[in-house]
């Protein structure tokens, strides 16, 4: 099993930054890969960002291109994204997700690649 465990969510002004973090524990063995998700009401659950162990290949959203950075830690089990330049429309719930299986640059996209999901932190976005 494997627990995470999201923080960094608030309210900012659009055009301001937060800094989301991810702290994974329990069985993180391998090479496993962390993404960044979002889900605003009435809205599927999106891809935002991900990045796999290497840390040699991340994805982002067309949308948040240029305006959020992804990163990890392995020595802490812990992922991290940088948002910058918010917008009204980046308001949602953010997930941390974390799948121990292979990922290629399609299906790290795609939630059915993750095992285990945090609990969410929610990041408000005023205009």
């Known amino acids: 099993q494997v627990q995470l465990v999201e923080s960094g969510g608030g309210l900012v002004q659009a055009g301001g930054s937060l800094r989301l973090s991810c702290a994974a524990s329990g069985r993180t063995v391998g090479p496993y890969t962390m993404s960044w998700f979002r889900q605003a009401p009435g809205k599927e659950r999106e891809f935002v960002a991900g990045i796999i162990y290497s840390r040699i290949f991340s994805k982002y959203a067309e949308s948040v291109k240029g305006r959020f950075t992804i990163s990890r830690d392995n020595a802490k089990s812990t992922v991290y994204l940088q948002m910058n330049s918010l917008k009204p429309e980046d308001t949602a719930g953010y997930y941390c997700?974390?799948?121990?299986?292979?990922?290629?640059?399609?299906?790290?996209?795609?939630?059915?690649?993750?095992?285990?999901w945090g609990q969410g932190t929610q990041v408000t976005v005023a205009s």
């Open positions: 997700a974390y799948s121990p299986r292979p990922v290629t640059e399609v299906s790290i996209t795609t939630t059915s690649v993750y095992s285990y």
